[in-house]
């Protein structure tokens, strides 16, 4: 059983940053990719990045590719976005995962409760 805990979100202008972290307690951090995914009001749950085990390899959504960047510490058990250059359009609760390597929503049996991200314009 993995738990995944968020933090971060709020409220932000257009053009500004925040950071996202998530704090993973359980099984074995090191042992699943970690990523984020997030659901705007009245649409689909969308990816957004993914980070490998090790934190050697990553990959983003083309809507947040060059303004996201998401890291990892395995010796902390903790994964983090940074959000860069935000945008109305990123409003969103963000959610925190714990699974495969994917980009697909299946593949993740572990989610956060989520944390809200208001970008305002």
């Known amino acids: 059983q993995v738990r995944l805990a968020e933090s971060g979100g709020g409220l932000v202008q257009a053009g500004g940053s925040l950071r996202l972290s998530c704090v993973a307690s359980?099984?074995?951090?090191?042992?699943?990719?970690m990523g984020w995914f997030r659901q705007a009001p009245g649409k689909e749950r969308e990816f957004v990045a993914v980070?490998?085990?090790?934190?050697?390899?990553?990959y983003y959504a083309e809507s947040v590719k060059a303004r996201f960047s998401i890291s990892r510490d395995n010796a902390k058990n903790t994964v983090a976005l940074e959000m860069n250059s935000l945008k109305p359009d990123d409003t969103a609760v963000y959610y925190c995962?714990?699974?495969?390597?994917?980009?697909?929503?299946?593949?993740?049996?572990?989610w956060g409760q989520g944390t809200q991200v208001t970008v305002s314009s």
């Open positions: 980070i490998s085990r090790s934190g050697g390899g990553a």
């Open positions: 359980g099984r074995t951090f090191g042992s699943a990719a």
């Open positions: 995962v714990a699974g495969s390597y994917s980009d697909r929503p299946e593949s993740y049996a572990y």
